[in-house]
């Protein structure tokens, strides 16, 4: 049995805004989702002939190619809401080329809209949740001609075309059981951070959700789980025996707890082991000492979700945070010569363009190596989404509305009772130019490219 998994090539979501530089931060790194999904079936379906497509590395034609060439028997597709017209015309694709093959679609998207994704008849079934289990008691199904029901997780259609939703299957507690991302499968001259420090790099995952409530995050309080700290170690060193020695947690809160992080470090002390590192966290869970301790032991970078320069804006999206906490970590941070990302939000509830030219302040302020800026929008799954529509900032669920249409790749709506979407982009604009066209800021990065 032939299976193609695939991370479809898809351009940079909507309503971004992100200068360049900020998109070669975040660089180009092997696509997780289906990396995890690839190293369950190598372990429990060995039948399977796997194959892994990385749209985000190499694109349109070479993902026909690889479908025209390969013949799979399945594909299973990672989806996103945002660009789900454009997935839509990848498995009419598929399904063109070959009207056999069982197409299968994942992520995010197809756990808020099963049914919704089900409709279409390119698609044979969706798992609704983490894959790794369910996407191979599917796959076993398929081999051994079993049915599909019983099968926990999924959704398919029956030979009248009925769409069927299994019961849903519990999010997987023992992380550390599963399989390491099948990164061998890629080609690692793909991978980079132009602002990285080796040259091959690669995400990481630590735990999977987040125990915080941000009102705009579609992973809040979701259930937060996460991997021993020896088992990450090991997969670290998997990772460097590849010849990868640059890595980017990819958690939504590394530093959950500073425990977890001093943990991690005597690990890596106490192994003996070298690699630079950079990861995603919290103000709060922080201290002088630990980031003393992360910088001797490899790492370069740390992105802090600031997200706003006033205590009403923190409050209003439940960031439950201040901006003493903020100062103190950026100081703390500075001074040790860690690099730093500060992530900013405008648009939030409530706020004034007073208010979000505090956050522009803000950030200069706190002088991180990088800014960015990003507009408030809704997010399916997110208690921002709910709100908006119960104050009636969104006339009903437009996620719904998308999925109905898939005229065009989503604009997602913004909170729009102080500003509209136009009038938030010219502010962004604004942010970015005020924080970068500093002639301090020039001669900073200058001395650090020195």
Request: aromatic share 12%.
């Amino acid at each position: 049995m032939k299976i193609l998994l695939v991370n479809p090539p898809l351009r940079e979501t909507p309503s971004m805004g992100r200068p360049k530089m900020m998109i070669d931060i975040v660089g180009k790194y092997p696509p997780l989702g289906i990396l995890y999904i690839g190293g369950y079936l190598k372990k429990y379906n060995p039948y399977a002939e796997l194959k892994l497509f990385d749209g985000g590395a190499d694109g349109v034609e070479a993902f026909q190619q690889v479908v025209e060439e390969f013949k799979p028997d399945v594909v299973g597709m990672t989806t996103y809401t945002f660009t789900f017209s454009e997935i839509k015309k990848y498995i009419e694709y598929i399904k063109q080329t070959n009207p056999s093959t069982f197409v299968c679609l994942g992520g995010h998207h197809v756990k808020c809209y099963p049914n919704e994704t089900l409709k279409f008849a390119e698609v044979d079934a969706v798992v609704a949740g983490e894959g790794e289990i369910a996407f191979s008691e599917l796959i076993d199904a398929l081999y051994n001609k079993k049915t599909l029901h019983g099968i926990k997780g999924i959704g398919f259609k029956d030979a009248e075309t009925n769409i069927i939703m299994n019961e849903p299957r519990d999010k997987i507690k023992s992380l550390d059981a599963l399989p390491f991302p099948l990164r061998e499968y890629l080609d690692l001259n793909k991978y980079y951070c132009l602002v990285g420090k080796k040259r091959y790099s690669t995400t990481i995952l630590s735990s999977r959700d987040c125990p915080y409530k941000c009102l705009f995050c579609s992973h809040a309080l979701s259930g937060y789980r996460s991997r021993s700290i020896g088992n990450v170690l090991d997969e670290i060193e998997h990772c460097l025996s590849l010849g990868i020695e640059d890595f980017f947690f990819y958690d939504d809160t590394f530093n959950v707890s500073k425990k977890r992080l001093k943990s991690f470090c005597d690990g890596i002390r106490e192994k003996g082991l070298k690699f630079s590192w950079s990861f995603r966290g919290r103000v709060d869970a922080i201290s002088y000492d630990l980031l003393k301790d992360v910088k001797e032991l490899g790492c370069y970078r740390i992105q802090f979700g600031v997200e706003a320069g006033t205590e009403k804006a923190l409050k209003n999206i439940r960031k439950e945070t201040n901006l003493d906490q903020v100062r103190l970590a950026f100081k703390w941070t500075n001074s040790l010569k860690i690099q730093t990302v500060g992530y900013f939000i405008i648009g939030n509830p409530g706020e004034t363009r007073e208010d979000i030219q505090s956050t522009i302040d803000f950030a200069i302020e706190l002088e991180p190596t990088y800014a960015n800026f990003s507009i408030l929008v809704s997010t399916p799954d997110s208690k921002m989404n709910d709100i908006m529509i119960e104050k009636g900032l969104m006339h009903s669920d437009f996620w719904l509305d998308y999925m109905n249409k898939l005229d065009n790749v989503a604009l997602p709506p913004v909170w729009g009772e102080t500003f509209s979407r136009s009038e938030l982009e010219e502010l962004q604009k604004y942010a970015f130019k005020k924080f970068y066209q500093r002639p301090k800021y020039y001669f900073r990065m200058l001395r650090e490219i020195n």
